[in-house]
């Protein structure tokens, strides 16, 4: 069988990609050896979306009394909130198989590797095993948890995310081991339905790859709710006692809690593809290396997602598969990588795009920075979430905006103005210029460019 493109990989970035290049004319092809929608969809960002939709709503219950609202009794029936998780994820998953069906995509179930330039083999579940000849083949295999050997994980009592997820009961207590998105999002689920967390984090901070300003914030909101939360801690060792688990750090503290939850980085899913039989190069950490337009040291051979080594975001996937697809298809394609908004699902929401202002400083950015609290929005104020605040790092200079960081009510989905304004290189004083809707929480982000040039009227 010949296609034009063949997508190893139906995650965020193979089955976009496969659609894409459905719509704009091509015969294409897509092997996947896993469910549709790879991690994201099915062990990441639905799952874990879904059950925090849930802690979200006990947390309104929680303080459902300051709003003059009384709730007697209510139960958190862990099971049935996994149970909707489950359909979420079945509907949505459905959904990406009848686009592949609407758009003529051909699906081939199985493991696909490479034999030659331009030829994948692909054993189907039964051991049977096909040839599919394309012109262009797109590796899309994405990531899974990082482990370590010494952090003692056996799937039951010391886990990662993705058994974690498949969990029908909540856990006495909890150490999670890893202070990035996945732990910190973690966290926030299990804390909020009454388990004991303690965060273990390796840096000095905990979400050390976002604005320290915003950290510092979040790690104290974190304390306040409860959880615990130990920075530069190396866990040495990890056993099992009994019925539960001994973590010990290399201050010769020891921990003890009912699991362990593993959240230290993903590894890239390069194995068993047949690389080597085509000379796919691989960077220092096992990475497949890419140009700017995606292209493989091999002609014909594009790499996309997790497997590159860049940002490991599922929309970065997304934008990176319809970058390569056009491309192959003659309309060479970059992906701005300086403005990719990036989502943390905690209690509150978390959302950057752009430079931080260290990072601005250190590429040599005069830098302007305006604040607004979301304490000073009418909002949050009435609808009583007032955590958080929007922070605009400029161009002292040229005045555009360089970054946006928002910690903060709805933060994810504040953060797609920002992400327009970094995109198209939008001034502060023109996004303060734009008239935003009141009482809405947007105004943060307009008050905010104000504040770059000390004029927010209600700071």
Not at 252 to 257: A, D, N, P, R
Request: glycine share 12%; hydrophobic share 40%; with cysteine.
């Amino acid at each position: 069988m010949e296609y034009q493109i063949a997508i190893l990989g139906a995650g965020p970035g193979g089955y976009v990609a496969a659609i894409r290049a459905a719509q704009l004319g091509a015969k294409v092809a897509v092997i996947e050896q896993d469910a549709l929608g790879g991690t994201c969809l099915n062990r990441g960002c639905i799952p874990t979306k879904a059950l925090l939709a849930g802690a979200s709503l006990v947390e309104t219950i929680k303080k459902a009394s300051s709003f003059g609202i009384q709730v007697q009794g209510y139960q958190v029936d862990y099971s049935r909130l996994v149970a909707r998780k489950d359909t979420v994820v079945k509907q949505l998953r459905q959904g990406i198989s009848y686009l592949f069906k609407k758009n003529k995509v051909d699906l081939f179930p199985g493991k696909g590797y490479l034999t030659g330039p331009r030829r994948v083999a692909v054993t189907g579940p039964g051991g049977e095993v096909q040839e599919i000849e394309a012109q262009n083949i797109i590796l899309a295999t994405g990531s899974e948890p990082a482990l370590l050997p010494g952090l003692g994980y056996n799937g039951r009592t010391v886990v990662t995310s993705t058994e974690a997820l498949a969990w029908d009961s909540l856990p006495e207590s909890i150490i999670i081991i890893g202070g990035g998105v996945i732990g910190c999002e973690f966290a926030t689920l299990f804390n909020t339905l009454g388990v004991k967390v303690t965060i273990v984090e390796l840096l000095p901070s905990i979400l050390p790859m976002i604005d320290s300003e915003l950290s510092r914030r979040y790690q104290m909101l974190l304390k306040k709710a409860g959880v615990e939360v130990k920075t530069q801690a190396r866990v040495t060792a990890v056993e099992e006692e009994g019925e539960q688990v001994k973590v010990t750090l290399s201050s010769g503290e020891t921990l003890i809690s009912a699991k362990v939850l593993i959240s230290i980085g993903r590894k890239f899913n390069t194995q068993g593809l047949g690389l080597e039989n085509v000379g796919v190069a691989l960077g220092p950490k096992g990475e497949i290396v890419v140009d700017d337009y995606l292209r493989t040291n091999v002609e014909g051979v594009y790499a996309i997602g997790d497997v590159t080594g860049m940002i490991q975001l599922a929309h970065v996937a997304s934008a990176q598969g319809i970058a390569a697809v056009q491309t192959i298809l003659g309309r060479p394609t970059k992906v701005n990588y300086d403005a990719v908004p990036s989502c943390i699902f905690t209690s509150p929401e978390i959302a950057t795009v752009g430079l931080t202002q260290e990072e601005a400083e250190r590429r040599g950015f005069k830098v302007k920075v305006g604040k607004f609290f979301f304490l000073a929005s009418g909002k949050a104020q009435a609808t009583g979430e007032t955590e958080g605040l929007v922070k605009i790092v400029a161009d002292g200079s040229s005045d555009k905006v360089l970054g946006v960081h928002i910690m903060g009510p709805h933060a994810t989905e504040l953060i797609a103005e920002a992400t327009l304004a970094v995109t198209q290189g939008i001034k502060a004083q023109e996004l303060a210029a734009c008239i935003h809707a009141h009482p809405t929480l947007s105004e943060a982000v307009m008050e905010a460019a104000e504040a770059v040039h000390g004029l927010s009227i209600h700071s």
